[in-house]
T-cell receptor, first 113, second 113 residues
Framework: GAGVSQTPSNKVTEKGKYVELRCDPI?????LYWYRQSLGQGPEFLIY????????DSGLPNDRFFAVRPEGSVSTLKIQRTERGDSAVYLC???????????FGPGTRLTVL | AQSVTQLGSHVSVSEGALVLLRCNYSSSVPPYLFWYVQYPNQGLQLLLK??????LVKGINGFEAEFKKSETSFHLTKPSAHMSDAAEYFCAVSDNYGQNFVFGPGTRLSVLP
């Protein structure tokens, strides 16, 4: 079956611009997670959704980052006024429930020039 | 709060040799523990997970890991390395509700012919 998909696979933007990163989870998975992976590091938790609501957004680095999941399926991670330090691979994962295995997408590589 | 350390950012082994990747964790509650593998330009893939059942966990591709509470360790092993095992390996911990998911920094495994 279809796995987690993320679009775009690569995004290059200029400092100060706004970007949106999309995640399509596995159908029927109620939990959805966003992580950020900088070069040479492990993924860093950002936020997770249970259904439509953000159950834990403690990993979002500041108020420039925001994520939504309006219908409990697709999620969008939004970054305002991008900074060079935001450059990383943004990973999305989904699981059937919070206690089940997380399945990861291929990631979106964001480069802020 | 949970945390994970992985000793050795880069490990090299010869093809056919034992693979040992180290993971130590810190958790204030009974943990769930995971090993993920990341092949170049691919998403994270679950190798195995410990969720308080048997302490010796067998995963895919011949890998296994043993949960040792007294040592707060969850080291990953494989008796005989194959060239296709070359990848980045991440240990991760969560609480027993599947929340507070934290990844280690990763260990890059190289397999020499």
């Amino acid at each position: 079956g279809a796995g987690v998909s993320q679009t775009p696979s690569n995004k290059v933007t200029e400092k100060g611009k706004y970007v949106e990163l999309r995640c399509d989870p596995i159908s029927g998975h109620t939990a959805l997670y966003w992580y950020r992976q900088s070069l040479g590091q492990g993924p860093e938790f950002l936020i997770y959704f249970q259904g439509t609501g953000a159950a834990d957004d403690s990993g979002l680095p500041n108020d420039r980052f925001f994520a939504v999941r309006p219908e409990g399926s697709v999620s969008t991670l939004k970054i305002q006024r991008t900074e060079r330090g935001d450059s990383a691979v943004y990973l999305c994962a989904s699981s059937l429930t919070i206690q089940d295995t997380q399945y990861f997408g291929p990631g979106t590589r964001l480069t802020v020039l | 709060a949970q945390s994970v350390t992985q000793l050795g950012s880069h490990v090299s082994v010869s093809e056919g040799a034992l693979v040992l990747l180290r993971c130590n964790y810190s958790s204030s509650v009974p943990p769930y523990l995971f090993w993920y593998v990341q092949y170049p330009n691919q998403g994270l893939q679950l190798l195995l997970k410990y969720t308080s059942a048997a302490t010796l966990v067998k995963g895919i591709n011949g890998f296994e890991a043993e949960f040792k509470k007294s040592e707060t360790s969850f080291h990953l092993t494989k008796p005989s390395a194959h060239m296709s095992d070359a990848a980045e390996y991440f240990c991760a911990v969560s609480d027993n509700y599947g929340q507070n998911f934290v990844f280690g920094p990763g260990t890059r495994l190289s397999v020499l012919p």
